[in-house]
C-alpha cells in the first residue's frame, strides 16, 4: 500500500478520456473490497471472468463484438473485424480470452469507459503505475542475472519475478472486479458502437481560410501573401522611406507632389481613380 501511494496520480499527458463526465462506482485499489467474488475470480481464472465481462459489456448482443474491439489494431497485419468475428464471435472471443487475456481484459475495460463516457481514477493511475514499474525492475534484474552471471543476483531477480507476477495477476482482478460492479451497477447502458477517443483541439487551418484579407493599419507592412489594392498607393509608416513607384498622398489643402522620378500628370489623387479599377482583392463583379 505504501508502494503504492508514492506513485504520482496524475493524468496521462494528452489523455483523451479525461474529458468524461462519469466515475467508475469504484476505483482499482477498493474494487477488491467492494467486489470480491469477481476479484477473485479475475485473479485466479481470468479467461472465464474475461469472456463473460466482454459478453456483459456488450448486452449480450454478439454482433458487436470484434477482436479486442478494435483497441489493439495493428494495419496492415492485424484489423479487427476482419478476422471471420461475424460468423463466429463466441469462438472469437473464446480464443482472444485465452491467448492475451491480458489485451482482453483492457481491451473491455477501454471499451466500457468509452462506451459509458467514464474517467479515470486517479488511483488508478498509481496502481498501473506501480505495476509497471515492478515489472519494468523484473527485467531489469532479470537481464543482470544472465550478463553477470551471479547466483544472488539470480535469486533476487526470481523472487522479484514472482513479486511482479502477482501484482500482474492482482491488477487484472482489480481491472474485473472494477468493470464488473460498474455493468452490474448499470446494466444495458452505453452505446455499444462508440467512437475512438481522440484528442481534444482544434485542427489547423490553413492561412486565410475563410477570412477576409486584413489591410494593414498605419506604419504596419503589408502582410505577406496580399496584394495592394489597384488605384491605392500604401502609406509609409512612421519613419520608413516612401516606396518608388508611388505618389505620397497631399496634406489637406496642399498641392499634389510628384512621385520620386515621376511627372505631375502620372500622380493622380486618390479619389480621380475610377470606380471600376478599385476593386479589392478577391471580390468579383
Same mark, same amino acid.
Given at each position: 500500500?505504501?508502494?503504492?501511494?508514492?506513485?504520482?496520480?496524475?493524468?496521462?499527458?494528452?489523455?483523451?478520456?479525461?474529458? $468524461?463526465?462519469?466515475?467508475? #462506482?469504484? *476505483?482499482?485499489?477498493? =474494487?477488491?473490497? *467492494?467486489?470480491?467474488?469477481?476479484? &477473485?475470480?479475475?485473479?485466479?481464472?481470468? &479467461? &472465464?471472468?474475461?469472456?463473460?465481462?466482454?459478453? /456483459?459489456?456488450?448486452?449480450? #448482443?454478439?454482433?458487436? !463484438?470484434?477482436?479486442?474491439?478494435?483497441?489493439?489494431?495493428?494495419?496492415?497485419?492485424? %484489423?479487427?473485424?476482419?478476422?471471420?468475428?461475424?460468423?463466429?464471435?463466441?469462438?472469437?472471443?473464446?480464443?482472444?480470452?485465452?491467448?492475451?487475456?491480458?489485451?482482453?481484459?483492457?481491451?473491455?475495460?477501454?471499451?466500457?469507459?468509452?462506451?459509458?463516457?467514464?474517467?479515470?481514477?486517479?488511483? #488508478?493511475?498509481?496502481?498501473?503505475? &506501480? @505495476?509497471?514499474?515492478?515489472?519494468?525492475?523484473?527485467?531489469?534484474?532479470?537481464?543482470?542475472?544472465?550478463?553477470?552471471?551471479?547466483?544472488?543476483? @539470480? +535469486?533476487?531477480? =526470481?523472487?522479484?519475478?514472482?513479486?511482479?507476477?502477482?501484482?500482474? !495477476?492482482?491488477?487484472?482482478?482489480?481491472? %474485473?472486479?472494477?468493470?464488473?460492479?460498474?455493468?452490474?451497477? @448499470?446494466?444495458?447502458?452505453?452505446?455499444?458502437?462508440?467512437?475512438?477517443?481522440?484528442?481534444?483541439?482544434?485542427?489547423?487551418?490553413?492561412?486565410?481560410?475563410?477570412?477576409?484579407? %486584413?489591410?494593414?493599419? $498605419?506604419?504596419?507592412? /503589408?502582410?505577406?501573401?496580399? =496584394?495592394?489594392?489597384?488605384?491605392?498607393?500604401?502609406?509609409?509608416?512612421?519613419?520608413?522611406?516612401?516606396?518608388?513607384?508611388?505618389?505620397?498622398?497631399?496634406?489637406?489643402?496642399?498641392? /499634389?507632389?510628384?512621385?520620386?522620378?515621376?511627372?505631375?500628370?502620372?500622380?493622380?489623387?486618390?479619389?480621380?481613380?475610377? %470606380?471600376? +479599377?478599385?476593386?479589392?482583392?478577391?471580390? !468579383?463583379?
Amino acid at each position: 500500500m505504501c508502494c503504492i501511494l508514492c506513485f504520482d496520480d496524475s493524468p496521462v499527458e494528452d489523455g483523451p478520456r479525461y474529458g $468524461y463526465g462519469k466515475d467508475w #462506482d469504484t *476505483n482499482m485499489f477498493d =474494487a477488491p473490497c *467492494n467486489n470480491c467474488p469477481w476479484f &477473485c475470480a479475475g485473479y485466479f481464472f481470468p &479467461c &472465464c471472468a474475461q469472456y463473460q465481462l466482454r459478453v /456483459m459489456a456488450l448486452n449480450g #448482443d454478439m454482433r458487436h !463484438y470484434k477482436c479486442c474491439q478494435g483497441y489493439m489494431d495493428c494495419p496492415p497485419c492485424f %484489423v479487427a473485424g476482419s478476422l471471420g468475428e461475424e460468423s463466429s464471435p463466441e469462438l472469437c472471443l473464446l480464443i482472444e480470452s485465452c491467448c492475451c487475456v491480458h489485451f482482453a481484459i483492457q481491451s473491455t475495460r477501454f471499451f466500457v469507459m468509452d462506451s459509458r463516457s467514464i474517467r479515470p481514477d486517479p488511483c #488508478d493511475n498509481r496502481v498501473i503505475r &506501480c @505495476h509497471n514499474c515492478l515489472q519494468l525492475l523484473s527485467c531489469l534484474f532479470d537481464l543482470a542475472a544472465c550478463i553477470s552471471g551471479n547466483e544472488d543476483i @539470480h +535469486q533476487a531477480a =526470481a523472487a522479484l519475478r514472482v513479486i511482479s507476477d502477482c501484482a500482474y !495477476y492482482t491488477v487484472l482482478g482489480c481491472m %474485473v472486479a472494477q468493470v464488473h460492479l460498474e455493468l452490474k451497477n @448499470h446494466p444495458n447502458e452505453g452505446n455499444l458502437s462508440p467512437p475512438m477517443p481522440q484528442v481534444m483541439g482544434r485542427e489547423a487551418q490553413p492561412a486565410g481560410y475563410g477570412q477576409q484579407p %486584413v489591410q494593414p493599419g $498605419y506604419g504596419q507592412p /503589408m502582410q505577406p501573401g496580399y =496584394a495592394p489594392q489597384p488605384g491605392y498607393a500604401p502609406q509609409p509608416g512612421y519613419g520608413q522611406p516612401m516606396q518608388p513607384g508611388y505618389a505620397p498622398q497631399p496634406g489637406y489643402g496642399q498641392p /499634389m507632389q510628384p512621385g520620386y522620378g515621376q511627372p505631375m500628370a502620372m500622380a493622380q489623387p486618390v479619389g480621380q481613380v475610377p %470606380v471600376a +479599377q478599385a476593386q479589392p482583392v478577391g471580390m !468579383y463583379r
